[in-house]
Nanobody
Framework: QLQLVESGGGLVQPGGSLRLSCEASGSTLDNYAVGWFRQIPGKEREGVAFLSSVKDATYYPDPVKGRFAISRDNAKTTVYLQMNNLEPEDKAIYYC????????????????????????WGQGTRVTVSS
């Protein structure tokens, strides 16, 4: 059973950077699509970065495009979220999620962007952006 554990959250000043990690156990993330989501209390979970299961195609919504970057290590056990030029509005609990393994070529080439499409979730890591 795939399990995900996030780390790397903390307090950072506006304009600063953080790198979040999502470590997999029970399975590697080979052939899994991975997404990073965030949630502010009282609001719906919002996707911020997505990675397809193969070819590592990425997608970022406009609020974070150019500031956030998702990547996967060669061993396929850890996924990262590099966050630069952080803003107070980025304050949230950040979750990583995985979907897979992909069962078709089409599925492996797509980038799921909805939380409902993901099967496995970590417990979250808190990011605070404040001066």
């Amino acid at each position: 059973q795939l399990q995900l554990v996030e780390s790397g959250g903390g307090l950072v000043q506006p304009g600063g950077s953080l790198r979040l990690s999502c470590e997999a156990s029970g399975s590697t993330l080979d052939n899994y699509a991975v997404g990073w989501f965030r949630q502010i209390p009282g609001k719906e979970r919002e996707g911020v970065a997505f990675l397809s299961s193969v070819k590592d195609a990425t997608y970022y919504p406009d609020p974070v495009k150019g500031r956030f970057a998702i990547s996967r290590d060669n061993a396929k056990t850890t996924v990262y979220l590099q966050m630069n030029n952080l803003e107070p509005e980025d304050k949230a609990i950040y979750y990583c999620a995985a979907r897979g393994p992909a069962t078709s070529v089409l599925e492996s080439m797509t980038v799921p962007t909805s939380a409902e499409q993901y099967d496995h979730w970590g417990q979250g890591t808190r990011v605070t952006v404040s001066s």
